[in-house]
């Protein structure tokens, strides 16, 4: 049996290049002071041995760990679901991640238990900065990490007020813009599905549907549901009952908007010549209902990638923007 091979060292690699440790050491930590000639000296030994740093050992002398914490509160179930909004920000977090050969650490807390695990975590510095996304309630967690001194980015602005820089989008124009639409297309009685009133985007989006109404001098019909199919259907339910002559919904998410479709269906109104419906995100599902939906469009990896990058910059002690806000956009099918 041959035996092992032992782990090339920082030593090795500083004989070979013929420099001190110390000078392999700022190489290897990507230290800018080094004369490129040296340097290259260095990364050349390091490729010739097969030197592979010890990333523990570095982080105790550069207080860095090259990871990243995406937290969720929310149960992995729900994460996991159909709903691709989730998957997308996943997505973008981590390719932008990958660009900066940073490493993602995705928690997720859809329980106490669960919350406290995250903010032990994190106050333990394992990481060097974190991103939370689908943020309920009045959450403490951002502002007590940010008080401790710990980059921290919201995707969405945190509906308890706390003092995080955050990535949004513009909810309430894209709603405007879709019932705006509706009432361009005749419809008068326009319901809505609302979502979860303790998230931005459930709040905000019924806020944009209650202010185009009252600038319509329209009546507000509103149901609400949690993000979920299955509230859709439920409170698609309820608004046909509310009013039965209902001729248009707006709902909150396209998820929500698919079982509404489904609820509609079984009641026998037609759509659209009956009810127009409008949803919200434009996930692939969107182009999969039938009819193809008419939704809002919200840049979903775009809102991963941005807030990555500004915790990226935060992280290196840069200022930034306090509050981004992309923009969202209309999208025509066949549903309205």
């Known amino acids: 049996m041959s035996a092992t091979r032992e782990r090339p060292t920082l030593e090795a690699v500083a004989r070979l290049a013929g420099v001190s440790r110390a000078t392999v050491s700022r190489v290897v930590n ?12 260095v990364r050349q030994a390091v490729a010739e041995l097969g030197y592979v740093p010890n990333l523990a050992a570095r982080s105790l002398v550069t207080q860095r760990t090259g990871s990243f914490a995406l937290i969720m509160p929310e149960a992995a179930t729900r994460v996991f679901s ?31 238990a669960g919350h406290e695990r995250v ?37 969405g602005r945190p509906p308890g007020g706390a003092q995080v820089p955050y990535v949004d989008v513009d909810h309430v124009g894209g709603v405007d813009r879709a019932i705006r639409h509706l009432i361009a297309s005749g419809r008068r009685r326009i319901a809505t599905v609302a979502g979860p009133q303790d998230m931005i985007a459930g709040i905000e989006r019924l806020a944009g549907y209650l202010a185009a109404l009252r600038e319509a001098d329209l009546r507000s019909i509103v149901a609400v549901g949690d993000f979920t199919r299955e509230s859709g259907a439920v409170a698609m339910r309820e608004l046909l009952t509310d009013d039965p002559k209902l001729d248009a919904v707006f709902v909150a998410s396209d998820l929500m908007a698919h079982g509404a479709l489904h609820a509609l269906r079984v009641a026998g109104r037609r759509v659209p010549e009956d009810v127009a419906v409008i949803g919200f995100d434009d996930i692939e599902l969107a182009t999969y209902t039938d009819p193809p939906l008419t939704t809002v469009r919200q840049p979903i990896l775009q809102i991963g990638r941005r807030m990555t990058r500004q915790l990226l910059r935060l992280a290196a002690g840069e200022q930034i923007e306090p509050a981004v806000v992309l923009p969202t956009e209309l999208v025509l099918r066949d549903t309205a």
Do not use: C
């Open 82 to 112: 159909d709903d691709q909004v989730f998957p997308g920000i996943i997505r973008g977090v981590s390719q932008e991640l990958e660009d900066a050969d940073k490493q993602l650490v995705l928690m997720l807390a859809g329980s106490a």
């Open 30 to 41: 990507g230290s800018p002071t080094v004369a490129e000639p040296i340097a290259r000296a």
């Open 119 to 155: 903010e032990r975590y994190a106050t333990g510095r394992h990481v060097d900065g974190v991103l939370f996304a689908s943020l309920h309630g009045d959450d403490p967690l951002p502002g007590r990490l940010a008080r401790l001194g710990i980059p921290v980015v919201s995707g």
